[in-house]
């Protein structure tokens, strides 16, 4: 069962981690009255009536520095929302309705997410006036509360549990990671498909892919599985030689369309052709995960401790573009590499899925921008307001900036590479988008 997740949200010391270490029932999270005591963000498991869930704390991620605080307490929500199933937006009734309330309430009405409106808080005689304000935020009914003293926190488990019944699944199925096996004929890619498939127990399957005439293999090895694809592309040789070097890179494009990682197999002896750098093109384009598997290594004579590195430098200038590639040396006669490059796959498969929070996010784009400071463009300088992932496979970023002119290719390509190291990205392509907010 894949357990639902609920987000406590609020601006600071309105008692969200009060609230949390009671729904959790033993004292976890740190708890500070001093406003904006930095925290992380807390999860922890709950559960009411036998129906369990996960619980998130988004606690300190705001403090109260003027002017900032609004951004902060945004980027908050915006975590949470990405993650949850349901919001409990928590206010303090003593303090009453603030504009910072109203902001968040804004952004909550406007995402459509389930939300149940908390005032804490509400420690003693029940006062209706101190809930009448928050009418206004059309969050539907207040839900007052005292998370200190326990108070009326059955009823907001009642309601918190018939909100996220339908929010229960099973488990996710686990879905084979899809791999095309590219490269110019006789690199090797049908030897290195049958030196995978060879091995001890695994399990392989073929059935009809979702293309005409394709033929995917799937193949299973422990936990893991992997479908590989358009195989009868790979292992059914064309008789006209001549059509044979077009007819890959055709077949190539078509198996990196359907892929989540590309296996681009050279020669090792015959290096980067044209055609390579023609299929990595198309990778990049794509927006799949690769590997470059430098194929036949059994047959490179007089290696040294070097060897290795220096091929990896030469494949770096051939393909520039594709700079961050990892490579992975192999013998489909040998089996050399072969149980190494399965692991590289799951390893590769989980950046392309990255996903990353807001607020790491934004420290990375800080970190960067306070380090090296984008050039100035007519006098005008380039301003990153707020930045967040949009997309995964591959991973994707909007950037809110004051104006999309300022920004140069070498700085968009800079921010790419900070992102890329911070996240240990290796594999994957990043994508940056640049909006005017
Ligand atoms: P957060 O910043 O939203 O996580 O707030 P905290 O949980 O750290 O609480 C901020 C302050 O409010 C602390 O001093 C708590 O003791 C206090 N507090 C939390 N819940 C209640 C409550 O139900 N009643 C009262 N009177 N104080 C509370
Ligand atoms: P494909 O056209 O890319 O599928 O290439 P094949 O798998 O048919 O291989 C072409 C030729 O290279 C065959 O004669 C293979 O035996 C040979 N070959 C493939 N991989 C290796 C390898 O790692 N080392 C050596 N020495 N020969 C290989």
Known sequence: MNKPVVAIVGRPNVG?????????GSKKAIVDSTPGVTRDKNYAEASWQGIEFKLIDTGGIGYPIQGKLLTLIKNQVESAISEADLILFLCDGREGLTWQDTDVGLLLLKTQKNTLLVINKIDNVFKEEALADFYRLGLGDPIPISASHGKNIDTLLDKVITHI?????????????????????????????????????????EFPGTTRDAIDTLFKKGKSQFLFIDTAGIRKKSKVN?????????????????AEVVLLIIDAIEGVSAQDKKIALHMEEAGSAGIIVVNKWDLVKDKNRTTLEEYKKYIQ?????????????????????????????????????KWVSTSTLNNIINLAYSKRKPPTIKGKSLKIYYSTQVKTSPPSFLLFVNDTGLISTSYKKYLQNQIRKELNLKATPIQIKIKKR
């Open 242 to 258: 001549k059509a044979l070097e077009y007819y890959s890179v055709v077949q190539a494009i078509k198996s990196i369309k359907r």
């Open 165 to 205: 019944l339908p929010y229960q699944v099973e488990e996710e199925q686990i879905l084979p990671i899809s791999v095309a096996i590219v490269g110019k004929p006789n690199v090797g890619k049908s030897s290195i498909l049958n030196a995978i498939l060879g091995q001890e127990r695994v399990i392989v399957d």
């Open 16 to 24: 969200k981690s009060t609230l949390f270490n009671r729904l959790i």
């Open 317 to 353: 200038k051939k393909i520039p573009y594709k700079k961050y590639l990892p490579a992975i040396f192999t013998s489909a006669i040998t089996k050399q590499g072969i149980g190494k490059l399965l692991r590289l796959i799951e390893q590769v498969h989980q950046e392309h899925k």
